[in-house]
């Protein structure tokens, strides 16, 4: 069957992200979209930080960055500092670029790791750009700099989860998707085939489609309550189930930093995620091992500044849907599953679903190769972070509680075992099937946590000791070029993207 209305269900960051990427199809084709939220029952609204391919999807809808990032009071972000997570006391940044550049075909944690053991004692941070800019609390990118001998500078966006809905929305509906009001209440099935037909809201209107997207949230009003998909749960080994969520002002009139902060406690952790004028703050824990009220009292005390609302207090089941595509319903968005907001992975989930829907779709119809397709491969993509996301809870001596001390004894996944030995050994990540982390993002981790490498690559003591020294010698320069080139980050918003 033709597909001439699509019809999406949730007008939150999933709802009007894939409705904005859609409305780009109306252009030649004659397709209806609707999308049905209501304000009743509102949106998540707290995920604020995203990763670089982000910028991507930006740029597939063509969007001006300046003009976005002011709506959205948006700020740069050149990775994730962690503290407190390998043992209380630690901090290290993952940052978005990679440590250096492979040489001879040998990537650069060998190369470091090699002249560690010839007595070269520069920490691996030197060499990647993100994390000395992050430190100094500085951010420009490469072509600010004016020289194209230097690396680039990787980074993603801090954004006003509300306000980027906002914006995505007038950007949807100039492009002809059509919002609707109302509260879903029913959801009429065909007999037959057991596809979605129409749904129905309170006010008694009903909405026929072809094609539905479930961006319902949690709630999964489609694909879950609807058509009972199923859901994988993943808590044995990633075990929050809470999160309390409130903004403040930063009280000291400070500037933004380039970075989201991981901060860990007791049983969980809180993110600062700095927009220009105040920071989203969260306290993400597990109810197993803490009380709300404890979790709030701490999210309060380690806060930069006075909260500027009321605590907002959610509850979450990390693990997957058990199909993302099932029959004509694909859900997008916290409908398809959570992992944890540990990495800023969840938008980029909804990203690449997008993606893979807009590479998949034919307006012709619906097979069971495209929903395949779109399976698998999510489950994928789903499982490699779910195992990065274990990764920081496993790699600690943490033992000053009951919830570090079931996250470090633990059993994980066989695969993240192989990875965690691979890399103790020879300092080997394999990056495999396209999955998101890169091998620093791993290294970062890893080493951050106090997994260190034992060996290296053998072929790295075959590179030449003089050229490859004055080649680690050039970049450590060249980035302390572009630190000290670069303006502090509140600066360099306040030129570029100043909120109204
Ligand atoms: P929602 O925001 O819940 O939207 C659901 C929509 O469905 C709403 O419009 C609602 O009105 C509508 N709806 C529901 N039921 C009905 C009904 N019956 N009738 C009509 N409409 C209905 N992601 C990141 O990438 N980075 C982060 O830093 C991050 N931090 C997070 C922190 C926490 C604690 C949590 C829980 C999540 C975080 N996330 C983060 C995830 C991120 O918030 C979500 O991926 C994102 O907001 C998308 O949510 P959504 O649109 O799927 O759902």
Known sequence: MAIERIVIVGGGTAGWMTAAALSKLRKGHDLAITLVES????????GEATIPPFIEFQQMLGVNEAEMLAAVQGSFKLGIQFVNWGKLGDSYIHPFGNYGYPMGGITFPHIWHHFQQQGDNRPIQVFNVETMAAYFGKFAKKKDLGRDDLPPVNYAYHINATAYAAFLRKFAEQRGVVRQEGKVNDVQLDPETGHVTSIKLESGQQISGDLFIDCSGFRGLLIEQALETGYEEWTHWLPCNRAVALPCNRDDGSPPPPFTRATAHSAGWQWQ???????????????????????????????????????NHLRFVTGRRKKFWNKNV????????????????????INTGINKLMALLSLDGITEAQANSFNRLTVKEYEKIRDFLILHYKATSRDDSEFWNYCRTMDVPDSLTEKIELFRINGQVFR????????TSWAAVMMGQGIAMQGHNAMAATLDPEETRKELDEIEKSIRFMVQHMPG?????ARYCPAP
């Open 330 to 349: 694909i859900a997008i968005g916290l409908s398809a599953g959570f992992m944890e907001p540990l990495e800023s992975t969840s938008i980029h989930l």
């Open 273 to 311: 995620v700095p927009l220009q004028h105040r920071n989203g703050n969260g306290h993400v824990y597990c109810d197993s091992f803490m009380e709300a009220d404890e979790a709030t009292d701490i999210l309060v005390r380690h806060m930069a500044g006075k909260p500027t609302a009321d605590p």
């Open 39 to 46: 304000e009743m029952i509102g949106t998540v609204g707290v």
């Open 489 to 493: 980050h509140g600066e360099y918003l």
């Open 432 to 439: 495999e099937e396209d999955e998101l982390f890169t091998e």
